[in-house]
C-alpha cells in the first residue's frame, strides 16, 4: 500500500522543517523539497497536498523565488504559508504589497470558523506574525477568512479548488491553535487518514532491512549517540549477528561515555550483536593536530572514522553494507533537501569522503526527525535512560573545543562537561532542558588563584531549549547553579580559570560552538 504524503515546498523559509514535523505530528508523512521542483517530478510522487512555506524576500522582486502557476491547478490541495501565501494570490491575479505597518509577533487574529481550514478553532485566537508585505487584492474566487486590526486578509481561502492561505505561521508554537490548523488541512481537507505511525514504521523498515540484506554481513558505526543506537538496533532486529558494530573510541567522548556504550552494546548488554571497540584516541589526536578550522575538523574526524571501519571490515571479511544513524535533518541542513544554506555539514552526510570501501551504504533513519527516532527506539524496547539521552554531534569534543584539539584540552572539556551535567542533574533540572554542554573556548585570560597570577582557559556553559534544533533559545538556568558549577570548575578542572554562560541565540548563533 502507498504512504500518504504531503510536499513542503521549500521557499527558503527558517521554519521548512518545523513545518514538516508538525504535518508528521498529525501521522502524515510528509518531505521538504526545494520549490525549483520540476512539477512532474511532484505529480509523480502523488501527494495528498502541498504546502508552500515561507521566504525571505517580497514575491514581486525581481529575484523571488517562484513557482509556475500550472502547480495550482493539478488538483492538489495547496495551504501557502506567509511568503507562500502571498506567492499564491500573486500569481493567481491578486495583489501583494508592503505593508504601511509591519506586523512581527504574537498578534490577535478573527478567524471564520466556517472555513474547514478553522475548524474547532476559537474566533479569536493568537497567531505568530512576520511580514513586511501583505494581501492587499485577493486573487479571484478567493475569500477572506481571517483578519487581524492592520491586515484584513489575514488567511484566504478558495475552497473549490482547495487552495488556502495564511499571512500568519501556524507551525509555530507561538501559534497557539496552529497544530489544530495543519492538522485540519492534511487530515480534513487533503484528506488524509493518518497513516504515518512509529510502530508500523519500524515494522515496515526491520522487514525492508531483512529483504535488502539477505545473508550480507553489515557493519554498524555505532558513536554511542541516540541515532547510531536506534539504528543498530534496528539492524540487530532485522538481521541478528549478521550485524557487528563498531565502536570508536576517537577520544572525543564524553566522560566516561566509551564504558556505559559498551555497558549495553558490548557482551554483557542487552542485545546479541558482535560488538567490536576500537580504542583510537591517539590516531584522531594525531590527525587533528594542528587543525582549526571547524569544516577542516569535522572532515578529518568523518574521514578517519570511515577508514577505521574500512579496516575493521577488512579484518571481519568481506561486509557488504554499511549503516548510518543519518536523520532527515541532516539531510535537508547538508542542503541535500530544501533550499536551506550549508551551515555546518554534518560528518554523516556533508563530510563523507568520495570513496568508500563497502556496497552499500543503509541509512534506516534517513527520513525521521529526532523525536521520531526517539519513538522508533522506545518502540523497539531501547532503555529510555538511552532514548531520551541529549544530541551528541558525531565529531563530539572536538567541535566543543575551540581550535586546535589536543588531549590536554579533551580533559578539561571532558572534566569541565561532567561537573556541569552532575549539578544539572543534581538541581532536577535533567530532562527540562533541551540540550547542553560545556565547550572549551581557545581563549586564555590571566586569572588569580591562592595569590598566585594565572593564565588559563576560559570554559563556556551552553543550555538551550529547542524544539527542533534548528532555533533554539538560551535556556534560564538558575543562577545558583550556574555559579555552583563555575566554582567547581575552577577548583577541580586544572588548567580552567574563567566560565562564561552563552546567551546566544540560534540564530544567529548555532547551537554547538564551531
Ligand atoms: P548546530 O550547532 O548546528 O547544532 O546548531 C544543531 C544540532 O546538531 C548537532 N550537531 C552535529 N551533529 N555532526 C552531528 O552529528 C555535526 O557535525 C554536528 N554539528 C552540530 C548539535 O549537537 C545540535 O544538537
Known sequence: MERELVIVLDFGGQYNQLVARRVRECNVYCEIYSYKTDLEKIKKMNPKGLILTGGPNSCYGPDAQSCRKELFELGIPILG???????????L???????RVREYGKTEVCVDTASRLFGNVPEKTICWMSHFDYISRMAPGFRSVAHTADCPVAAAECAEKSLYAIQFHPEVLHT??????????????????????????????VKAIRNKVGNGKVLCALSGGVDSSVAAVMLSKAVGNQLTCVFVDHGLLRKNEVDEVEAVFGSEGFYDLNFIRVNAQERFYAKLAGAEEPEEKRKIIGEEFIRVFEEEAKKIGTVDFLVQGTIYPDVVESGLGGESAVIKSHHNVGGLPNFVDFK?????????????????????????????????????????????????????????????????????????????FAGLTNMRSVGVMGDERTYDYAVALRAVNTVDFMTAEAAEIPFEVLQKVMSRIINEVKGVNRVMYDLTSKPPGTIEFE
Open 176 to 205: 497557539q491553535e496552529g497544530s489544530k490548523m495543519l492538522y485540519n488541512f492534511v487530515r480534513g481537507i487533503c484528506g488524509c487518514t493518518g497513516d504515518w505511525k512509529m510502530d508500523s514504521f519500524v515494522e515496515n523498515s
Open 360 to 436: 552499500e551504504i543503509l541509512e534506516p533513519l534517513r527520513d525521521l526527525f529526532k523525536d521520531e527516532v526517539r519513538k522508533a527506539g522506545l518502540e523497539m524496547g531501547i532503555p529510555e535512560k538511552l532514548v531520551n539521552r541529549q544530541p551528541f554531534p558525531g565529531p563530539g569534543l572536538g567541535i566543543r573545543i575551540i581550535g586546535e584539539v589536543t588531549a590536554e584540552k579533551v580533559k578539561m572539556v571532558q572534566d569541565a562537561d561532567a561537573i556541569y551535567r552532575e549539578e544539572i542533574a543534581n538541581a532536577g533540572l535533567e530532562g527540562k532542558v533541551g540540550q547542553y
Open 81 to 91: 504559508l506567509c511568503y507562500g501565501a502571498q506567492l499564491m494570490m500573486h500569481i
Open 93 to 99: 491575479g491578486g495583489k501583494v504589497e508592503q505593508a
